[in-house]
């Protein structure tokens, strides 16, 4: 073998900061063997019929596919009894999740998004688990709304799944931003990016042309100008999957966009548990994460299912988005 392999369990024990130790690396485990529970299935997803529409629509007014309520269910029932968490937040239940009476409770709250860009799930393109970690704030109580609602800068760790050409479990846990790669063969994530960087110059722009024109004018003027850069000269990307394009453009370096629309004043993009872990991660990898006026870690959100606009990666592009917006309503 040519490189030392690391695998997470390894990596998690020795090179996390103290606090992360115990019951945060427990919940970074579960979330790394739901991973692979939901990578085995979303592998087979074509073959086991379970595509299609599950019978019902989410919270959010959007039909939920099958893979989504299968993720969201394992990811709860691998966390709902561990005695590590007091309360967890999906997309895909309307109220905050309680852990059960008969269970202990422990003292963080789990968000997550158990699969981003689920509308590519039926045509085999890369899709993702998104979370963030917080602690309660009244260590006394079960986990209560308030402790849920609780602004990015205040997450203890993130990451995102990705169920792309390979499965990558991507984490920070306030020490910079490691990827693991899962090896399917030996069931192992073995640490294959470590202090991920965005690098400089960057290389993409990832934006949703097809809203454009419901989009404001210092909007228009801030694509022109990402079009028409001459260095570094941008080229445009866009999965659909906003964790797809996160990941593709903290490896070669980019921005991710969801402005607010005319119709849609707060975007499309949830702030709890979309929005604030990848702002989360990419302040931890040296980019940037904003709404157009502001850090989107310093929004306190006053319901779960908050939509925000979404800048985000490396630093530069970012504040030229806030600087356009800055003049256009000025
Ligand atoms: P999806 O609805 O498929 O779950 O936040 C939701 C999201 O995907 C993002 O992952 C993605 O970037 C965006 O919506 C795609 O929206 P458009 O189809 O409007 O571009």
Redesign the pocket.
């Known amino acids: 073998m040519k490189n030392k392999i690391i695998t997470i369990e390894r990596f998690l024990l020795e090179k996390q900061p103290v606090y992360a130790h115990g019951e945060l690396t427990s919940i970074l485990y579960d979330l790394a063997l739901a991973a692979k529970i939901i990578a085995s299935q979303t592998q087979r997803a074509g073959l086991l019929d379970i595509l299609g529409f599950a019978d019902n629509v989410n919270v959010q007014g ?1 039909e939920q596919r099958k893979l989504d309520v299968y993720a969201d269910d394992v990811i709860y029932q691998l966390n709902n009894h561990t005695g590590r968490l007091c309360a967890m937040v999906s997309e895909e239940r309307e109220d905050i999740i309680p852990i059960p009476m008969d269970h202990p409770k422990g003292k963080y709250i789990l968000v997550y ?1 158990p ?6 799930i039926d045509t085999n393109i890369s ?1 993702g688990t998104i979370f963030g970690v917080y602690q309660t704030l009244n260590y006394d109580k079960r986990g209560s709304l308030e402790d849920c609602l609780q602004p990015g800068k205040n997450l203890i760790a993130a990451g995102y799944i990705l169920f792309g050409t390979s499965t990558m479990l991507v984490y920070s846990a306030g020490e910079g931003v490691h990827g693991f790669t899962l090896d399917p063969a030996w069931g192992e994530f073995i640490l294959s990016e470590e202090n991920m960087r965005f690098p400089d110059p960057p290389q993409f722009f990832s934006f ?1 042309h ?2 454009t024109n419901r989009l404001p004018k210092y909007m228009h003027q801030y694509i022109h100008w990402l079009l028409t850069m001459e260095k570094p000269k941008l080229t445009h990307r ?6 797809a ?1 996160f990941h593709r453009n903290m490896i070669h370096g980019g921005v ?1 966009g ?1 402005p607010a629309e005319a119709t849609k004043p707060d975007g ?3 702030l709890l548990y ?1 929005a604030a872990p990848l702002a989360y991660l990419a302040k931890q990898a040296g980019g940037y994460g904003s709404d157009g006026t502001q850090s989107l870690l310093e929004i306190t959100p006053t319901n779960i299912h908050q939509r925000v606009p979404v800048f985000i990666g490396n630093r530069f592009l970012v504040e030229k988005a806030e600087e356009f917006m800055a003049m256009g309503s000025s």
């Open positions: 959007e998004d699969l981003d860009g689920s509308s590519n899709i949703n097809a809203i866009y999965v659909g999957s906003m964790v394009d991710f969801y499309k993009i949830r979309e």
